[in-house]
């Protein structure tokens, strides 16, 4: 089966079309044809599901029981915490409670956390931006408001950080990641 996404109120925007049995972002959505603040975020986004999806792929247990040193988390960690990182966003753009982190296996954290960006995504594409310029969000861990700059500095750079960590980690375990092609947004070339 094979999921649409068609949003309104952005002009001609971009669809994520993935086949519901396989995990989203094998490649990157085409860009929207207009630069909002929203779509500048949901361009984030996919950049961060992307290389979400082709860094985790592949992973195997050794791999996610690597650390680099014992100060550090462990791959499996690190994921954990990116999914949290993802809720933390999903809350900030909806206004949702945030999602507790479970413990899951390696296949369904990948899946539960590029599913969560789905959503983010879809939320923002039904916002305009003078809801993004009003939006205030309060985190669990500190009961002040906070304006969606700091969903960008905050929680969304954190993610990509990590992202990276996996990446290199993997690497340095010797199991580098597929040859995905993140400037293009293209999955690795068989």
Request: proline letters at 8%; glycine letters at 6%.
């Amino acid at each position: 089966m094979i999921a649409y996404e068609y949003i309104s109120n952005i002009p001609n925007p971009s669809v994520l079309v993935y086949d519901l049995n396989e995990l989203p972002y094998y490649r990157i959505p085409d860009a929207p044809e207009m630069m909002t603040a929203t779509t500048v975020l949901v361009r984030l986004l996919d950049g961060l599901g992307f290389r979400y999806r082709w860094a985790t792929e592949g992973l195997k247990e050794v791999d996610i029981q690597f650390q680099p040193c014992d100060s550090s988390m462990k791959v499996w960690e690190l994921l954990a915490h990116i999914h949290g990182l993802v809720l933390v966003s999903e809350g900030f753009i909806t206004g949702s409670e945030d999602e507790k982190v479970t413990p899951v296996g390696l296949d369904e954290r990948r899946k539960k956390t590029l599913d969560a960006i789905v959503r983010i995504r879809e939320a923002l594409l039904k916002l305009d931006d003078e809801y993004l310029e009003n939006r205030m969000y309060s985190p669990p861990w500190d009961k002040r408001d906070f304006p969606v700059w700091n969903l960008i500095n905050g929680p969304l750079s954190d993610a990509l950080t990590h992202v990276g960590q996996v990446a290199s980690w993997r690497r340095m375990n010797g199991n580098p990641i597929p040859g995905a092609r993140v400037f293009h947004g293209e999955p690795p070339q068989e």
